[in-house]
């Protein structure tokens, strides 16, 4: 039996896990600070939604193209790159909101860019992590990845706060710029052998799109899965990024929200330890049953949007989801094989966040047309609905968690070498 800490003896996966801490940790800052510095600048929710949207939109454009890179290029070097143009991208959006002399219609433009490179980040990302760790230990690998992550977003979510009522959105976004070029140097790091076949042919894209949506419609589960989480991430984006800070506002208070956002990602952190411990045949079952907890939160900001309230309701729901995040992240990684999983990402990616610019864009005329409160406890329902859209169908209900990893030999990772010696945790 393999400890919680074992992948940890591994470089490739300290380097890999380390730089997306430090990226999500200025990404946590990044929203809030964003949000505000609209809110700031003209007041309005429903340009809050196109500026968000406009990221969405560009990044769903491109997910699929990101995917094909991805398993196309060393998966490291399309990391560093990505850190290195989000770094340049944010740090021009932190001047012009520093400067004064940002405009709704500047914000939506650099929001592009940034919505585009993140198409190219986040495929990658996901999968090479499975290039890091034996396929023995990659649950365990992927709570740990996914433990640093929230409790990086932790400290994030409160900086991110205290950073807008101290001294303004700009400075939240010039924290965001530095945290992408630190982790851009920390990918530059990672090695980990080759995921392709020795003498494998390259195929044109269309060919490598295809094989990708291949893998992904052979496994009902998986696109049932996606096809719920395009309408659960809509609302909850659209509920919670958009519509909460309109709220906070109006009621908490801006530091108050980012401490809110913050005791939401401790549930997540909180969620991974659990998920280290927990030994169910049927992890997705549990994963997706845990998925009400954020819907919950959403109607809870509309309902009762006091501190006292919403800071365990949120700490639940971060704990509900990153069982989900968990269970997800390893069934894809245990069933799919390694030279398609980035494009198979790519899918899981496009199909999810492919509702969430509309639902942002929409969200802010939604509130000014039925109220802030209805929206909310509509965007509640629709993720619900969700939630039991997924737990009826068998496959996700019966999908049985591979402990010892995949059945399918001739498709694994060569295994990359641990560090031996005390010092390697």
Same mark, same amino acid.
């Given at each position: 039996?393999?400890?919680?800490?074992?992948?940890?003896?591994?470089?490739?996966?300290?380097?890999?896990? !380390?730089?997306?801490?430090?990226? /999500? $940790?200025?990404? +946590? @800052?990044?929203?809030?600070?964003? &949000? #505000? %510095?609209?809110?700031?600048?003209?007041?309005?929710?429903?340009?809050?939604?196109?500026?968000?949207?406009?990221?969405?939109?560009?990044?769903?454009?491109?997910?699929?193209?990101?995917?094909?890179?991805?398993?196309?290029?060393?998966?490291?070097?399309?990391?560093?790159?990505?850190?290195?143009?989000?770094?340049?991208?944010?740090?021009?959006?932190?001047?012009?909101?520093?400067?004064?002399? !940002?405009?709704?219609?500047?914000? /939506? $433009?650099?929001? +592009? @860019?940034?919505?585009?490179?993140? &198409? #190219? %980040?986040?495929?990658?990302?996901?999968?090479?992590?499975?290039?890091?760790?034996?396929?023995?230990?990659?649950?365990?690998?992927?709570?740990?990845?996914?433990?640093?992550?929230?409790?990086?977003?932790?400290?994030?979510?409160?900086?991110?706060?205290?950073?807008?009522?101290?001294?303004?959105?700009?400075?939240?976004?010039?924290?965001?710029?530095?945290?992408?070029?630190?982790?851009?140097?920390?990918?530059?790091?990672?090695?980990?052998?080759?995921?392709?076949?020795?003498?494998?042919?390259?195929?044109?894209?269309?060919?490598?799109?295809?094989?990708?949506?291949?893998?992904?419609?052979?496994?009902?589960?998986?696109?049932?899965?996606?096809?719920?989480?395009?309408?659960?991430?809509?609302?909850?984006?659209?509920?919670?990024?958009?519509?909460?800070?309109?709220?906070?506002?109006?009621?908490?208070?801006?530091?108050?929200?980012?401490?809110?956002?913050?005791?939401?990602?401790?549930?997540?952190?909180?969620?991974?330890?659990?998920?280290?411990?927990?030994?169910?045949?049927?992890?997705?079952?549990?994963?997706?049953?845990?998925?009400?907890?954020?819907?919950?939160?959403?109607?809870?900001?509309?309902?009762?949007?006091?501190?006292?309230?919403?800071?365990?309701?949120?700490?639940?729901?971060?704990?509900?989801?990153?069982?989900?995040?968990?269970?997800?992240?390893?069934?894809?990684?245990?069933?799919?094989?390694?030279?398609?999983?980035?494009?198979?990402?790519?899918?899981?990616?496009?199909?999810?966040?492919?509702?969430?610019?509309?639902?942002?864009?929409?969200?802010?005329?939604?509130?000014?047309?039925?109220?802030?409160?209805?929206?909310?406890?509509?965007?509640?329902?629709?993720?619900?609905?969700?939630?039991?859209?997924?737990?009826?169908?068998?496959?996700?209900?019966?999908?049985?968690?591979?402990?010892?990893?995949?059945?399918?030999?001739?498709?694994?990772?060569?295994?990359?070498?641990?560090?031996?010696?005390?010092?390697?945790?």
């Amino acid at each position: 039996m393999t400890g919680m800490l074992t992948p940890l003896r591994y470089p490739a996966f300290r380097y890999l896990a !380390a730089g997306r801490v430090v990226t /999500m $940790a200025g990404n +946590a @800052v990044a929203p809030i600070a964003l &949000a #505000f %510095a609209v809110l700031d600048l003209t007041g309005s929710v429903r340009d809050l939604g196109l500026v968000v949207g406009t990221r969405s939109l560009f990044n769903v454009l491109f997910i699929l193209f990101g995917g094909v890179v991805a398993d196309r290029l060393p998966r490291q070097l399309v990391m560093v790159v990505s850190s290195v143009l989000a770094a340049a991208s944010q740090a021009v959006v932190a001047t012009i909101v520093l400067t004064d002399t !940002a405009s709704v219609g500047l914000l /939506m $433009a650099l929001s +592009a @860019v940034n919505g585009t490179v993140s &198409a #190219f %980040a986040f495929p990658a990302a996901s999968a090479l992590l499975a290039q890091t760790v034996p396929e023995e230990i990659r649950k365990q690998a992927n709570a740990m990845n996914r433990l640093g992550i929230n409790a990086a977003m932790i400290s994030g979510s409160a900086l991110g706060g205290l950073l807008v009522a101290a001294v303004g959105p700009g400075w939240g976004l010039a924290v965001d710029a530095a945290t992408f070029a630190i982790a851009g140097a920390l990918f530059a790091l990672v090695r980990v052998p080759s995921y392709r076949h020795a003498g494998a042919a390259r195929s044109s894209t269309v060919r490598e799109l295809r094989e990708g949506w291949t893998e992904f419609v052979a496994r009902t589960w998986v696109w049932v899965v996606v096809l719920g989480f395009c309408f659960l991430n809509m609302a909850l984006v659209a509920g919670v990024n958009v519509l909460g800070p309109a709220v906070a506002d109006e009621t908490l208070g801006r530091r108050a929200w980012g401490i809110i956002l913050a005791a939401e990602t401790a549930g997540m952190v909180v969620g991974a330890l659990v998920a280290m411990r927990l030994r169910v045949r049927r992890l997705l079952f549990v994963g997706v049953a845990c998925c009400i907890g954020p819907a919950v939160f959403v109607a809870a900001i509309g309902l009762t949007p006091t501190v006292v309230v919403l800071l365990p309701v949120a700490f639940a729901a971060g704990l509900a989801l990153e069982q989900f995040g968990i269970a997800w992240e390893t069934s894809i990684q245990e069933h799919i094989p390694a030279d398609k999983l980035a494009r198979v990402y790519s899918y899981d990616a496009l199909g999810s966040f492919i509702a969430i610019p509309a639902g942002q864009v929409a969200v802010g005329p939604l509130a000014e047309a039925i109220g802030v409160v209805p929206a909310l406890l509509l965007l509640a329902s629709v993720a619900a609905l969700a939630v039991v859209g997924m737990l009826a169908s068998r496959d996700v209900r019966t999908l049985e968690h591979r402990a010892s990893g995949s059945t399918e030999p001739a498709e694994r990772l060569v295994t990359p070498e641990p560090v031996s010696g005390r010092d390697s945790t």
